[in-house]
């Protein structure tokens, strides 16, 4: 089975049990559409937790890419790389010195979007042309992918049968609770991917308590929250 995330933002027990919930196994793949760091309290923990999994597709959010840009910033004015890995573990209070350069790499090598056969993984949103067609992901910039605050509206709702999953904002921005959104096409059942126009997945699990997932085969979301 395959398993979708975003926004897990350092939430590494959350995680954990919702790994748990779902009976993950060395058989699943895992994708994480971006901003695993920051926010929670073990986003470092829970990054090397992530790149030492097997069968994990891991993209970049805008969390991840404001530290890259910081992180280019010192490269460009010092060569002593002692003391950029230490503001880099600066860059993360209580849990710096779980930051090596192996995981500043791995972060740096992120992706910024996964495209399969019926769908596209993304952190904030795709780039539209004006018939709402999904345009050439090769062809956006990260920032367009990352930062994107209009394709959360429920409104836009992307042409060209492929399924996005995206998080970036949560959905009880939308109004309603922390729950995996899930937009059908008429006329639709929902019991394949390809029947949905986009899948909003981020449940602000650092201020909601609650994290969730959805599995792309059999079409459910699961959730861990404060009362399980
Ligand atoms: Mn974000």
Same mark, same amino acid.
């Given at each position: 089975?395959?398993?979708?995330?975003?926004?897990?933002?350092?939430?590494?027990?959350?995680?954990?049990?919702?790994?748990?919930?779902?009976?993950?196994?060395?058989?699943?793949?895992?994708?994480?559409?971006?901003?695993?760091?920051?926010?929670?309290?073990?986003?470092?923990?829970?990054?090397?937790?992530?790149?030492?999994?097997?069968?994990?597709?891991?993209?970049?959010?805008?969390?991840?890419?404001?530290?890259?840009?910081?992180?280019?910033?010192?490269?460009?004015?010092?060569?002593?790389?002692?003391?950029?890995?230490?503001?880099?573990?600066?860059?993360?209070?209580?849990?710096?010195?779980?930051?090596?350069?192996?995981?500043?790499?791995?972060?740096?090598?992120?992706?910024?979007?996964?495209?399969?056969?019926?769908?596209?993984?993304?952190?904030?949103?795709?780039?539209?042309?004006?018939?709402?067609?999904?345009?050439?992901?090769?062809?956006?910039?990260?920032?367009?992918?990352?930062?994107?605050?209009?394709?959360?509206?429920?409104?836009?709702?992307?042409?060209? /049968?492929?399924?996005?999953? *995206?998080?970036?904002? @949560?959905?009880? %921005?939308?109004?309603? +609770? =922390?729950?995996?959104?899930?937009?059908?096409?008429?006329?639709?059942?929902?019991?394949?991917?390809?029947?949905?126009?986009?899948?909003?997945?981020?449940?602000?699990?650092?201020?909601? /308590?609650?994290?969730?997932? *959805?599995?792309?085969? @059999?079409?459910? %979301?699961?959730?861990? +929250? =404060?009362?399980?």
């Amino acid at each position: 089975m395959t398993y979708i995330f975003s926004d897990i933002h350092g939430e590494d027990e959350l995680f954990c049990r919702l790994l748990e919930k779902v009976k993950f196994s060395e058989g699943d793949t895992l994708v994480s559409c971006g901003d695993m760091l920051e926010k929670g309290k073990h986003s470092v923990r829970l990054a090397k937790r992530l790149f030492a999994m097997k069968n994990a597709v891991l993209l970049a959010g805008n969390h991840e890419y404001d530290f890259l840009k910081y992180y280019w910033a010192l490269m460009r004015r010092t060569e002593d790389y002692a003391l950029v890995l230490e503001k880099l573990q600066a860059y993360f209070p209580g849990e710096g010195a779980l930051l090596d350069w192996d995981t500043v790499d791995r972060i740096e090598a992120l992706p910024y979007f996964y495209e399969a056969a019926d769908y596209i993984c993304v952190h904030a949103g795709v780039p539209l042309d004006r018939e709402g067609r999904i345009l050439p992901l090769r062809d956006a910039i990260p920032e367009q992918l990352v930062y994107d605050r209009t394709f959360r509206e429920p409104s836009v709702l992307p042409k060209g /049968g492929k399924c996005v999953f *995206f998080g970036h904002t @949560t959905t009880m %921005s939308l109004g309603g +609770g =922390p729950a995996i959104a899930r937009y059908l096409r008429e006329g639709a059942k929902g019991d394949r991917v390809s029947d949905f126009y986009k899948i909003h997945l981020d449940t602000g699990a650092w201020m909601s /308590g609650v994290l969730g997932c *959805f599995c792309i085969e @059999t079409c459910q %979301s699961f959730y861990v +929250g =404060p009362e399980d």
